[in-house]
């Protein structure tokens, strides 16, 4: 339906709700969904401000494409000033949250001040109110969504809400949609609980419309599907293996992140690999996952429903966690596995669970939990400090802790600030596997030297999905590139930020780029969204958004040194695999990065990029 | 000589039924064997062997029919696929 032309404000220290109309001139520079949504956040929040104030704000917002017929068209994302980095926070989330918000007639929610009491919002189309949430606060994600639906006697009500996690200031809580959809990373959720906002309960009926050219669009969209359903990868290897094909693959190529980064493959990946996740159990002679799902609109739909062993210590006698639910995805089982070195799928499965019934991030968790065994097994925390012996590999301390974060309690309330404070606080901050204080994913940057480059220069802090270099060096997505040299890389991290940051500010998956270049998406927009959107303006609103959100970085004092990863990957080579004996090669492909994108040595735009970028 | 023949995704069913398990078959095979050999014997439609890599390294397809292995090698072979 391109925009809706309506943004909601909710003045959360008044208990206000106000629609204004969307800026369309914006739109034309920044799109949606990310792009828009951050240039309005960039425009009225101070880069200096405390994330956790009432003067930081936060945004939910869809893009264009949002609830139309194109394929993935459900995302929204949420943008705020990151409490576990301080730098400009983006989460993306799939499910059918972000369509409904667009069927209720609005392209964003711009949430500002702070509640002096739990509340939730509450959209029934263009009908917007505050209402008491005392009755939901304490109550998790899973809880809260399913008081919601009874409480309007609508099972359609689609809500978003945070958990205990983000209530107790895990600093990388998220904010769950549809039960097991996230805005993960970067503690949107904290932020969200700091507000004393509990969730957002939408309710639309407004259904698509506003297309420009309808006709062409619903051209462009089939012929997109088309694209999408004959490719190999989201055709048939997506939504048969998931994401967590890559378990193998990633440890093969000696990529595979290992206790803490200590190695770089794990004797038990193939345990908690998709090919372990369609084998029959032993135990009950059911294979761990049960189907594959797809958000809205999505005809990829790479998805994993999974259900658990009944009788795996970790959920005897607990009934709530045995029906199907969602995981195990990639980034999750590598962090609750690899990271920390435990090899048993149904133990990730439950901490994955954990993770999404309270809202917080699985990759900054498990690798926080990775960076604690180290600390364990150097000898500096011990038994009594953490509440259970915590070696690399324990099963059981994985469960114990994820609960225990979840719950805000014990050592669970130091493994929620991160990595990065957990190791300053115990004299080894160089343990703390981040950039600019958020964990990293699940590859290697000595087995695929790309991806240290767009890690050390992620908006967000560590990302894959920033800039997803692994499609090219380790699947051949467009071309195959080494995964082991530094040559070329500064341009292809540059193109695949780029690129990622329209898709990102589209309304649609960023995993349609395995099929779609931004030929396939431009016809869509076009069709779809006022005035023309022509290939050469989709590549400068890319651009552009990704020097707006490094702006607001340099603006709240982050500089080149901040570009950078932890020593380990800079000095300590590689053991195994194709990269042995080989370390990140950041410091060669920085500068380079930085002249491929019109920056400075320290790492800022230039006038002439700014000019040309029209910022 | 010993090489390691790894299988993975929908390719694991070319596998024979005991080796399914490990995704791996431990073969004797002779010198100059290639990737495309035991594709071949192992009747490995030729688009589905997207990522082949040798001891983890990419296999480009050129050279499939020409790289020999070498005793110890592991070659692993998947469709299509992706992730993140």
Known sequence: MGWTRKVLRVDLGKGTCKSEPLNMALAQQYLGQRGLATKYFVDEVDPKVDPLSAANKLIMATGPLTGTPASTGGRYSVITKGP???AIACSNSGGYFGAELKFAGWDMVIFEGKSEKPVYLSIEDDKAELRDAAHLWGKTVWQTEEIIKKSHQDPQVRVCSIGRAGENGVLYAGIINDLHRAAGRSGVGTVMGSKNLKAVAVRGTQGAGGIKDAKAFMKAAADAKKVLADNAVTGQGLPTFGTQVLMNVINEMGALPTRNHRDVQFEDARKISAEAMKEKRPSDGRAHLVTNAACFGCTI????????????FSVVNKPAYWGASGGLEYEAAWALGAANGVGDLEALQYANLICNEDGFDPISFGATLGAAMELYELGILTKEQIGIDAPFGSAQALVKLAEMTAQG?????????????????????????????????????????????AYATSNRGACHLRGYTVASEV???????????????????????????????????????????????QPQLDAACE????????????????????????????TAKDDDLPPRLKTEPAKTGPAKGLVSGIDKMKPEYYKARGWDANGVPTKETLARLGL | MKVAFKLYATLSDYLPIEARQSNRLD??????????????????????????????????????????????????????????
């Open chain 1, 84 to 86: 576990l980095t301080g």
């Open chain 1, 301 to 312: 739909a790479c998805g994993r429903i999974s259900k658990i062993d009944e009788t795996h």
């Open chain 1, 409 to 453: 309690v014990g050592f669970g309330k130091e493994l929620g600030l991160g990595s990065k404070r957990l190791c300053a606080k115990y004299g080894k901050p160089d343990l703390s596997m981040s950039v600019k204080g958020q964990e990293f994913p699940a590859y290697d940057s000595r087995g695929i030297q790309g991806m240290g480059l």
């Open chain 1, 475 to 521: 699947l051949g997505i467009p071309v195959k590139t080494d995964p082991l040299v530094t040559e070329g890389k500064a341009g292809l991290v540059k193109a695949f930020q780029d690129a990622t940051s329209v898709f990102d500010s589209a309304g649609v998956c960023v995993f349609t780029t395995f099929a779609w270049t931004l030929a396939d998406l």
């Open chain 1, 531 to 558: 005035g023309e959107w022509t290939m050469e303006k989709l590549a400068l609103v890319g651009e552009r958004i990704w020097n707006m959100e490094r702006q607001f970085n340099n603006a709240a004092g982050f």
């Open chain 2, 27 to 84: 073969l004797e095979v002779s010198p100059g064997t290639t990737p495309r050999d035991l594709m071949e014997r192992y009747a490995l439609p030729s688009r589905l062997c997207h990522l082949v890599l040798v001891n983890g390294v990419f296999v480009p397809p050129a050279e499939r029919a020409s790289r020999a292995l070498v005793e110890g090698d592991v070659l692993a072979i998947w469709p299509p696929i992706a992730g993140g």
